[in-house]
């Protein structure tokens, strides 16, 4: 029977150098122990300490954050050539956007997903597998919104077995082309839509390759406005449907929804929806994040936007789209008064910053205006933007007896302005730090993970201090070095977070110092 948490007094609390408020936590086979002699008879003052170095520079692959490199559903022969060689001014040789990513993001329409009933894309379409195979080749995971909505489009985005099926929809133009798209409150259209959406989930519900899923894809351009309906009594609905749909299918990836101010309604624009905040909040608490595609535009992310975004502060975690256009709008419009293209992509960062976002676009037709024209920004994000954690200081035993309880103590820091969103209900909070007893290799023999410590509420600006108790049990004598990380405890305890230190890994493990087992 494991042995119960033992309280420490504040007293005892700043004795150990703790800060006041950190609870001590027994772990599963762990004891809880006298802080005076935890490592053993003889060597409870002979300790191991070690202060690790910000890293502010390297960009850091995390899920949920940084640079989302947007693909093109199309995938021309030039897709990677273009964003593979940009000359950077005063960067010596060339850069890769994709080194700068963590994420691949396809904005693609159910048509290309299910060309046939019962036939999927992922399986038959030769330019999406290859563009996803490039992707993962870059090492970066996968993002996706499927859009149904076949308005200000060249093709029908809904496949033609919908309609062919008796759903009802309606026919727009787009230039010479007639498109059609379904209602989404009619029974047939949701009837096939959730039937592709279940078998995209068997597919793609995996947070190994799947950073994120738009959850809810209807609308123009499956921004959630412009809505049409059989009847507008059905707004609530029909989110609640497609809401209660993705958070049912997709368990482990998280899902996102735009946090538009006319979200459902029948119109694009005008003043915030009364309904709005509540329907939206609807999403929110079964799950979804936040992310909106107007970011940079001071119309049209206004305040409204600016105070739903502080609402979910730390709570849900943002991802931003840029909203101008600026190959073909007239961004001089906007009442910020940009006049280049560099002043669009400091009206951006300076969004992502108020809203705290984790995660920026790397959008087609302005990547590379980042990279030749704002590249001080770019690394300013990798800087700032989203979370950036590390170790500041890990204290442990230098001598332990086997069998006995080592007692850690384990400081972080995050550097960047957002959370790890580890409360996320796809995550389940997985992510925790962790020390090991690293082998000679780097393989790491025994790995004991701090359940009581929390990385999600690690905030810029502030130490957060933890302690536990690991007992060493069947571990074999002999010398070893203590290991840090965030581990990811749905695979196996592996590390599963890049850290912000400059420090190298060992098999993604910080080495902290030498520690012998007697």
Do not use: C
């Amino acid at each position: 029977m494991a042995a119960p948490m033992r309280k420490i007094s504040r007293r005892t609390a700043l004795g150990l150098g703790l800060a006041v408020g950190t609870s001590v936590v027994a772990l599963p086979g762990a004891e809880a122990a006298s802080p005076h002699g935890p490592a053993g008879a003889g060597h409870a003052r002979s300790a191991v300490t070690k202060a690790f170095t910000a890293d502010r520079a390297t960009v850091l692959r995390n899920p949920l954050n940084g640079w989302v490199l947007y693909g093109d559903t199309s995938f021309p022969d030039d897709f990677w050539t273009s964003r593979d060689a940009i000359s950077v001014p005063g960067v010596e040789g060339t850069v890769r956007a994709s080194d700068y990513a963590s994420t691949f993001y396809l904005r693609i329409a159910w048509s290309r997903l299910e060309p046939a009933e019962g036939v999927y894309g992922w399986d038959t379409d030769k330019d999406l597998k290859a563009a996803i195979a490039t992707a993962q080749e870059r090492g970066l995971r996968l993002a996706f919104r499927v859009v149904v909505d076949s308005r200000d489009k060249s093709y029908g985005f809904t496949p033609d077995f919908v309609r062919d099926a008796g759903a009802a929809g309606y026919e727009t133009r787009t230039g010479s082309r007639t498109v059609w798209s379904p209602y989404p409150d009619d029974p047939v259209f949701q009837a096939k839509y959730a039937a592709f959406v279940r078998a995209f989930a068997q597919r793609f519900d995996d947070p190994g390759t799947v950073d994120f899923i738009d959850g809810y894809g209807l609308g123009k351009w499956g921004e959630g406005h412009s809505m049409r309906y059989v009847d507008y009594a059905n707004r609530e609905s029909v989110l609640r449907w497609v809401v209660d749909l993705y958070a049912d299918a997709f368990t482990r990836v998280p899902l996102a929804i735009n946090y538009h101010r006319l979200i459902g309604a029948e119109k694009d624009w005008g003043a915030p929806d009364a309904d709005s905040e509540r329907l939206l909040d609807i999403a929110v608490d079964r799950g979804f994040m936040l992310r909106h595609d107007a970011f940079g535009m001071t119309t049209y992310y206004g305040d409204w936007e600016r105070a739903y975004a502080e609402k979910w502060r730390y709570r849900r975690p943002i991802l931003m789209e840029g909203g101008w256009v600026t190959p073909q709008h007239n961004y001089t419009v906007d009442p910020r008064g940009y006049e280049t293209v560099a002043d669009v992509r400091n009206g951006e960062f300076d969004d992502s910053a108020e809203a705290h976002v984790n995660a920026l676009d790397l959008r087609n037709g302005e990547t590379l205006s980042w990279f030749t024209g704002s590249f001080d920004l770019v690394k300013k994000v990798v800087a700032e933007a989203g979370y950036r954690l590390y170790p500041t200081t890990v204290k442990a035993p230098a001598h332990v007896v086997a069998g006995a309880t080592a007692e850690v103590r384990h400081d972080w820091a995050n550097l960047g302005w957002a959370d790890l969103p580890n409360d996320l209900p796809q995550w389940k909070n997985k992510y925790r730090p962790a020390v090991a007893l690293l082998r000679a290799d780097g393989t790491a023999a025994h790995i004991y993970v701090d359940s009581g410590s929390d990385p999600s509420a690690w905030r810029k600006g502030a130490v957060a201090s933890h302690i536990f108790r690991a007992r060493l049990a069947g571990v074999a004598k002999g010398g070893y070095r203590w290991g840090v990380a965030i581990v990811d405890t749905t695979r196996g305890n592996a590390p599963g977070i890049e850290l912000a230190a400059k420090e190298a890994t060992v098999g993604g493990w910080l080495v902290v110092g030498d520690v012998t087992v007697h």
